[in-house]
């Protein structure tokens, strides 16, 4: 008897278990609370803000900040809860070119200040095994809040579907039983820290994170909230980002959603409402007109394209993206071209990650069909840092507004329930506060304005190069990509 008919055997089996993998981790069934959609909601001072890079005359970069100030203020008010869901919660910096802020140390430090000062604070960080490198390393910044008395929550990745299914069926198979070790490695740190495993690059493959950047707290007996594009990570503090806070039901909305991350991740912890004694939170605010719909993963997209499809000739269309890759939303971008919608679209050229050159994809290659569609095309003019916003804001002639922001790119792996995201939709008229503001951001990076060099023309940065775009049309498909 041969060994041939077993080893068959063996590897058929391995076949139909890569493959099993490779279909249920793509599509199976999604925690309860994900991929949510709230009815517009009532807010209350709601506020638009930005953080914008530029040159100035003298070639000079000067950055604007106005965002982690306001989460600062936020968490310096609160007495009962504090919720952070960030992204990226680390100081590594890679080669980012200077001046930079400390935001990791900054925020590290306000959350402990402020458990000291109110003891009977609940206060809860939620975010990414990323910044751990997946286990490869100890975080100094999350350590020092754990003991300081703050919850750290670590969201359960495997919870959630494969973006990058070959490779993820592949590591769950062979490296994920192995785990990982925090004492180090000798590989280098794919973020710049110190060196990480084998394990952390193999688990980094995955392609699949928490990229939520949202924080909510109590300020008196309300609820404030913060949805925004901004990390509190030193290499990305030059970034230019937007977000909006607010109060009202749809802060108490925006609770129930990280509530639902909380759930599949740390169920032992006890729910985040029961933090929210204000049960009955209408009682707190007065009645407003302006309205806010929470959405998260999918929810965004639908969204997205629903904004796309409702301008007309007349209104104007705005979108300023980090990455601009996802089929559907780029065909809703064409047909309101075509339907005479007046278009302005301004893109990072993907060319700068904390001090590594990036090869330009996706935006080049979905800017190259855009132009050719008629679509108006500028890019960011950054110089180290990305133009990491991410905002839709479409102007109607008849005088209202639809601003859609928040942590998703335009991305298959942001927008189609494989990343955890967070955006809200704020409809109005283009008189208030928070829509003007918007606006008056698009135009300033469109234009020169403050002296300031924000944007360069579409040339600066083209590529024809069909190769490559049939490259990036196999990426986005397939997930074998970093965006």
């Given at each position: 008897?041969?060994?041939?008919?077993?080893?068959?055997?063996?590897?058929?089996?391995?076949?139909i278990?890569?493959?099993?993998?490779?279909?249920?981790h793509?599509?199976?069934?999604?925690?309860?609370?994900?991929?949510?959609?709230?009815?517009?909601?009532?807010?209350?001072?709601?506020r638009?803000?930005?953080?914008?890079?530029?040159?100035?005359?003298?070639?000079?970069?000067?950055?604007?900040?106005?965002?982690?100030?306001?989460?600062?203020?936020?968490?310096?008010?609160?007495?009962?809860?504090?919720?952070?869901?960030?992204?990226?919660?680390?100081a590594?910096?890679?080669?980012?070119?200077?001046?930079?802020?400390?935001?990791?140390e900054e925020?590290?430090?306000?959350?402990i200040?402020?458990?000291?000062?109110?003891?009977?604070?609940?206060?809860?960080?939620?975010?990414?095994?990323?910044?751990?490198?997946?286990?490869?390393?100890?975080?100094?910044?999350?350590?020092?809040?754990?003991?300081?008395?703050?919850?750290?929550?670590?969201?359960?990745?495997?919870?959630?579907?494969?973006?990058?299914?070959?490779?993820?069926?592949?590591?769950?198979?062979?490296?994920?039983?192995?785990?990982?070790?925090?004492?180090?490695?000798?590989?280098?740190?794919?973020?710049?820290?110190?060196?990480?495993?084998v394990?952390?690059?193999?688990?980094?493959?995955?392609?699949?994170?928490?990229?939520?950047?949202?924080?909510?707290?109590?300020?008196?007996?309300?609820?404030?909230?913060?949805?925004?594009?901004?990390?509190?990570?030193?290499?990305?503090?030059?970034?230019?980002?937007?977000?909006?806070?607010?109060?009202?039901?749809?802060?108490?909305?925006?609770?129930?959603?990280?509530?639902?991350?909380?759930?599949?991740?740390?169920?032992?912890?006890?729910?985040?409402?029961?933090?929210?004694?204000?049960?009955?939170?209408?009682?707190?605010?007065?009645?407003?007109?302006?309205?806010?719909?929470?959405?998260?993963?999918?929810?965004?997209?639908?969204?997205?394209?629903?904004?796309?499809?409702?301008?007309?000739?007349?209104?104007?269309?705005?979108?300023?993206?980090?990455?601009l890759?996802?089929?559907?939303?780029?065909?809703?971008?064409?047909?309101?071209?075509?339907?005479?919608v007046?278009?302005?679209?301004?893109?990072?050229?993907?060319?700068?990650?904390?001090?590594?050159?990036?090869?330009?994809?996706?935006?080049?290659?979905?800017?190259?069909?855009l132009?050719?569609?008629?679509?108006?095309?500028?890019w960011?003019?950054?110089?180290?840092?990305?133009?990491?916003?991410?905002?839709?804001?479409?102007?109607?002639?008849?005088?209202?507004?639809?601003?859609?922001?928040?942590?998703?790119?335009?991305?298959?792996?942001?927008?189609?329930?494989?990343?955890?995201?967070?955006?809200?939709?704020?409809?109005?008229?283009?008189?208030?506060?928070?829509?003007?503001?918007?606006?008056?951001?698009?135009?300033?990076?469109?234009?020169?304005?403050?002296?300031?060099?924000?944007?360069?023309?579409?040339?600066?940065?083209?590529?024809?190069?069909?190769?490559?775009?049939?490259?990036?049309?196999?990426?986005?498909?397939?997930?074998?990509?970093?965006?």
């Amino acid at each position: 008897m041969t060994l041939t008919p077993y080893l068959l055997a063996g590897i058929a089996i391995l076949l139909i278990a890569f493959s099993s993998g490779c279909c249920w981790h793509a599509v199976k069934p999604l925690p309860a609370g994900l991929s949510h959609r709230s009815a517009p909601l009532p807010c209350t001072d709601v506020r638009f803000l930005c953080d914008v890079t530029g040159l100035d005359a003298n070639g000079a970069r000067q950055s604007d900040q106005q965002i982690f100030d306001e989460l600062f203020a936020m968490i310096n008010r609160a007495e009962r809860i504090v919720v952070v869901d960030m992204f990226l919660f680390n100081a590594f910096l890679g080669a980012a070119p200077a001046p930079h802020r400390t935001l990791c140390e900054e925020l590290t430090r306000t959350l402990i200040a402020r458990k000291r000062a109110a003891p009977a604070l609940r206060a809860v960080v939620i975010t990414d095994p990323v910044n751990t490198v997946y286990g490869g390393m100890k975080s100094g910044h999350l350590d020092r809040l754990a003991d300081a008395g703050v919850e750290i929550v670590f969201t359960r990745l495997d919870r959630l579907r494969d973006s990058n299914t070959a490779w993820s069926s592949l590591w769950r198979m062979l490296a994920r039983p192995w785990g990982n070790s925090d004492r180090g490695g000798w590989v280098p740190n794919p973020f710049g820290g110190p060196p990480v495993t084998v394990r952390s690059w193999l688990t980094l493959l995955n392609f699949k994170a928490n990229h939520r950047k949202v924080a909510i707290a109590d300020d008196g007996p309300r609820l404030r909230a913060l949805v925004t594009s901004a990390n509190p990570h030193d290499g990305s503090s030059a970034h230019t980002n937007v977000a909006l806070s607010f109060s009202g039901p749809a802060a108490h909305e925006l609770l129930r959603t990280e509530e639902a991350v909380l759930a599949f991740s740390a169920r032992a912890l006890r729910p985040l409402t029961a933090s929210d004694d204000d049960a009955r939170p209408e009682r707190a605010y007065e009645p407003s007109r302006t309205k806010l719909q929470i959405l998260t993963e999918a929810a965004i997209a639908d969204a997205a394209v629903a904004m796309l499809d409702a301008a007309r000739a007349g209104d104007a269309l705005d979108l300023v993206m980090f990455y601009l890759a996802d089929r559907p939303i780029i065909r809703a971008l064409k047909r309101a071209a075509r339907r005479g919608v007046s278009l302005r679209v301004l893109l990072d050229p993907n060319k700068d990650a904390f001090g590594r050159t990036k090869n330009g994809m996706p935006n080049r290659q979905v800017a190259r069909e855009l132009t050719a569609a008629g679509v108006p095309v500028r890019w960011a003019a950054t110089h180290g840092e990305q133009m990491h916003a991410k905002l839709l804001l479409v102007r109607h002639a008849a005088g209202t507004a639809d601003l859609l922001l928040g942590s998703a790119n335009f991305t298959r792996r942001n927008l189609r329930d494989l990343n955890l995201e967070t955006n809200v939709r704020l409809t109005d008229n283009l008189d208030v506060p928070a829509i003007r503001d918007a606006a008056a951001f698009a135009d300033r990076l469109w234009t020169h304005a403050d002296g300031r060099v924000f944007s360069l023309e579409y040339e600066a940065f083209r590529d024809d190069a069909r190769r490559r775009v049939w490259l990036y049309r196999f990426q986005e498909a397939t997930g074998l990509c970093t965006w």
